[in-house]
């Protein structure tokens, strides 16, 4: 059974940083390309960073230069290092399997306020 569950949200101020985990349990985890989502209050979910199984990242233009992700494969964890944090990243992210994605998880909500 696949399980995701993500950990590490919380209230930021702007310009603050989070660094978000996800454990990932029942697929082969590092040969998948892994991906975090998010989906701000009332908006469609969307992916804003992923990371191949060599490494490689790409990222949404949103948060380009201020989110990085990686993956720890022993540890069968994905991270989200986010920094200089703005109000509008407010929201739920999840972690997923980008090519077949699986059942989400709880998801860890992020909320970037004054």
């Known amino acids: 059974q696949v399980q995701l569950v993500e950990s590490g949200g919380g209230l930021v101020q702007p310009g603050g940083s989070l660094r978000l985990s996800c454990a990932v349990s029942?697929?082969?985890?590092?040969?998948?390309?892994m991906g975090w989502y998010r989906q701000p209050p009332g908006k469609q979910r969307e992916l804003v960073a992923r990371?191949?199984?060599?490494?490689?990242?790409d990222y949404a233009d949103s948060v380009k230069g201020r989110f990085t992700i990686s993956r720890h494969n022993s540890r069968n964890t994905v991270y989200l290092q986010m920094n200089s944090l703005k109000p509008e990243d407010t929201a739920v992210y999840y972690c997923?399997?980008?090519?077949?994605?699986?059942?989400w998880g709880q998801g860890t909500q992020v909320t970037v306020s004054s």
């Open positions: 997923n399997d980008v090519v077949r994605p699986r059942d």
């Open positions: 029942g697929i082969s985890f590092s040969v998948r390309t």
């Open positions: 990371i191949t199984m060599s490494g490689s990242t």
